[in-house]
């Protein structure tokens, strides 16, 4: 069940995080579990006195304030050490949401623009050097599965949550982990109904019928579905796969 203060809380965060998908390409859904975690649902000392939901750090030349916190960080070995940091101080709400996309900017930070797969983005940003904690990643993805976080992502990327059947009309459909070619193609064993190719990779084959649970669009000439296995290209450069 979630509280008003729940609720209230990603509104704000979520309508920002739409509003400025455009221009950053930063899912909506990472947005709010962030400032969820990092904030304690903006009751966080850092959030209430700075603005500053997403517990970014402070550096010279940076174009704001800060104030100094203990926090705890935790090592590879599992360990945690408490420091005194300097964090980001900001003005206003929305000086601290801007100021989030701002240091997103960093080179280390750019693999997350034009990620559509929220588990992906998780990871990267994990993996990127945002937090410390070994769970971190893993923490986001159990916020955005809770709240369904999700459905924010849903509206910036076109996703059409539907349950349509289609005919496999090319050869074969590789069956891939995201709605991208980017992403790698699943192993066969690993799905629950694909079929295999001769290097036991997931594929579904020509007059094989099949639910999609999710439509993607991504442009006029591409279209991605998700199944119960992974995700397969309804529609690539401009030529249609199924029917």
Known sequence: MMT?????FIKMIGDAAVSYYRDYGILPSL???QAILESNWGRSGLSRDCYNFFGMKWSKGCGCDYKEYKTKEQKKDGRYITITAKFRK?????EGIRGYYEFLQYKRYRNL???TDYRKACDLIRQDGW???????????????????DDYDRDVLGIEKASKFYVVTASSIKIREGAGTEFPQKVAKACASAQSNVLGKAVYRKGRTIEVQEIITISEGETWGKTIDGYLALKYGGNWYVK
Do not use: E, F
């Open 4 to 8: 008003k203060l729940q609720a209230d």
């Open 31 to 33: 947005t709010i579990a």
């Open 90 to 94: 900001y003005k206003s709400v929305s």
């Open 113 to 115: 623009r034009g990620v």
């Open 131 to 149: 937090a410390t904690s070994l769970s971190y990643a893993q923490n986001l993805k159990n916020y955005i599965k809770q709240y369904d976080l």
